[in-house]
């Protein structure tokens, strides 16, 4: 028989034998990988392996939610809004997957289905403390900062030794000028955890919160271009760089605040020295 036919033959005995490339793995391997592949940001890879698990178990939440938020994370909002979707439509009291289409609704600018998302959310788990933060996130942009402020008080009571509700009021405190409130709040942060931003390691909404984070660090960047002379937004900004993991950045402006601010009291001195050092553990 001539080679080149036996060869041809051997690779199409082959690939009839194998299926497809994930068919001689288990589907928890399969699950695992996918998972590993979101972790790394391989978010065509991700889906891949969710999609094949998929296959098997149409109707598993967690795998439709993490399918959806690595469309999120590849910007493919209507994929990621229909895997969440699916999800719902599998348990109508999940919760979180209200959370996640929120957040594609807001890549979307479709404010009313995201706040719509966010009530559904927290009236099947009124503690449901992603939704109180992603409501949080719904006012800060609509300039509804009192409302903010409230939400973010039910979110500690959830969470009420972490820095993270401090650090968000301190935010919002920014948008009303109120200088000691952001020191206060930022001060009240650390003295509960400091390390809070580097355990919070949640693989579900890694991706999600850094598009937040980024929607803030670009308006104090903006606030820096006109006023480059001013020490809060870089203060400001500094704190946001140290929520997203970014110490180097964080540092660098935080610095810069210090130098910049001619006439700083003890508050606002020993919230950015803190912070900083927050800094240097890390690095």
Request: glycine share 4%.
């Amino acid at each position: 028989m001539n080679r080149f036919i036996q060869v041809t033959l051997a690779l199409v005995a082959l690939l009839l034998i194998s299926g497809s490339s994930y068919s001689q793995e288990s589907p928890q391997a399969v699950l695992q990988k996918g998972n590993e592949y979101y972790l790394k940001g391989d978010f065509d890879k991700a889906v891949e392996f969710y999609t094949d698990y998929l296959g098997s178990f149409p109707q598993n939440i967690d795998v439709l939610n993490f399918r959806g938020l690595s469309y999120l994370a590849m910007k493919d909002y209507p994929k990621a809004i229909q895997d969440f979707t699916s999800a719902i439509g599998v348990k109508r009291s999940s919760s979180m997957s209200y959370v996640y289409r929120a957040s594609a609704y807001i890549s979307q600018n479709n404010y009313p289905a995201a706040k719509k998302d966010c009530e559904d959310a927290l009236f099947y788990d009124v503690n449901n403390i992603e939704a109180y933060y992603m409501q949080n996130f719904l006012f800060l942009k609509g300039g509804e900062f009192e409302r903010s402020l409230k939400t973010l008080e039910k979110a500690i009571v959830l969470e009420p030794k972490s820095a993270r509700g401090y650090f968000m009021k301190a935010i919002t405190y920014t948008f009303q000028q109120d200088t000691v409130k952001i020191f206060e709040n930022v001060n009240e942060g650390l003295s509960w955890d400091s390390t809070y931003f580097q355990k919070d390691t949640k693989k579900d909404l890694v991706f999600v919160r850094y598009d937040r984070f980024k929607f803030a660090v670009d308006l104090f960047t903006k606030q820096i271009q006109n006023n480059p002379q001013g020490y809060l937004p870089y203060f400001s900004r500094g704190m946001i760089y140290y929520m997203m993991g970014n110490y180097d950045m964080a540092y660098d402006d935080l610095k810069k605040s210090l130098d910049l601010n001619k006439a700083p009291t003890k508050l606002i001195t020993e919230a950015t020295d803190r912070l900083i050092r927050a800094c240097y553990r890390v690095n």
